[in-house]
C-alpha cells in the first residue's frame, strides 16, 4: 500500500505568519492529492485539492503545490488566524479501489 | 453539514460486548468509507463498500465486520470489545467508487469501552 508521511507533526507559528505543511508518498500512480482540516472533535472535511495534470491552486489564503516528481505536495497557509489552529491531514490517492491511507496529521497552532 | 449521518453519537458499552455503528451516506453517493481514529491519532482505514459491495480492506481486525445495504446505508459491527477499541469511529461518502474523490465525513460515533 501507499506510504504516506507528513512534516512537521507540530507546527506552532505566530498569527500573520505563514504555514507550510508537506505530505511525502510512495505510490507514483497516485493522481490526486487532497488536504483535510480537522478541528477540535470536529469531522475532518477538504479544505483544497488538487489533480496530477497541475502544479498549484489556490483559495484564497490557501495553497497547494504538488511535484509528482519527487512524489510530494504541501499545503501553504498564507495570514494565518487563530481559526487555522487545528490537524490537517494529507490523504494521495488513485482511481484504483485500493485502500485509502492518511497521513498523520499536522497539528497546527495558531498563536495570537 | 456535509450530508452524512452517523448513529449514536456516542456509545459506551463494556468489554466483551458487540455494538452496531450506522451511517448514512450523502443522497446519490453509493461508496460508503468506515475510518478509526484513536485518541491524538490519525486516520486508520477499515474498509470501504460500493454499492453494496466490498471494494478495499484496510487494517480491520478479524472482530470487525461491516456492510452495506440496499437502500446504501451500512453497518459497521464491532464485537468482543476490548479497552483498545474505544476510538472515534467515522464513516464517509463519496459517489463512485474511486478514492481520488472528495470524502464527505460524517461526525463520527465516540465509542467507549469500560
Known amino acids: 500500500g501507499e506510504n504516506v508521511e507528513q512534516h512537521p507533526s507540530t507546527l506552532s507559528v505566530q498569527e500573520g505568519d505563514s504555514a507550510v505543511i508537506k505530505c511525502t508518498y510512495s505510490?507514483?500512480?497516485?493522481?490526486?492529492f487532497p488536504w483535510y482540516k480537522q478541528e477540535l472533535g470536529k469531522r475532518p472535511q477538504l479544505i483544497i485539492d488538487i489533480r496530477s495534470n497541475v502544479g498549484e491552486k489556490k483559495d484564497q489564503r490557501i495553497a497547494v503545490t504538488l511535484n509528482k516528481t519527487a512524489k510530494h505536495f504541501s499545503l501553504h497557509i498564507t495570514e494565518t488566524q487563530p481559526e487555522d489552529s487545528a490537524v490537517y491531514f494529507c490523504?494521495?490517492?488513485?482511481?484504483?479501489?485500493?485502500?485509502?491511507?492518511f497521513g498523520g496529521g499536522t497539528r497546527l497552532m495558531v498563536k495570537p | 453539514d456535509s450530508g452524512v449521518t452517523q448513529t449514536p453519537k456516542h456509545l459506551i458499552t463494556a468489554t466483551g460486548q458487540r455494538v452496531t455503528l450506522r451511517c448514512s451516506p450523502r443522497s446519490g453517493d453509493l461508496s460508503v468509507y468506515w475510518y478509526q481514529q484513536s485518541l491524538d491519532q490519525g486516520l486508520q482505514f477499515l474498509i470501504q463498500y460500493y454499492n453494496g459491495e466490498e471494494r478495499a480492506k484496510g487494517n480491520i481486525l478479524e472482530r470487525f465486520s461491516a456492510q452495506q445495504f440496499p437502500d446504501l446505508h451500512s453497518e459497521l459491527n464491532l464485537s468482543s470489545l476490548e479497552l483498545g477499541d474505544s476510538a472515534l469511529y467515522f464513516c464517509?461518502?463519496?459517489?463512485?467508487?474511486?478514492?481520488?474523490?472528495?470524502?464527505?465525513f460524517g461526525a463520527g460515533t465516540r465509542l467507549s469501552v469500560l
Open positions: 490523504a494521495p490517492n488513485n482511481n484504483a479501489g485500493n485502500m485509502l491511507t
Open positions: 464517509a461518502s463519496t459517489p463512485g467508487g474511486s478514492g481520488a474523490n472528495i470524502q464527505y
Open positions: 505510490d507514483s500512480a497516485s493522481n490526486y
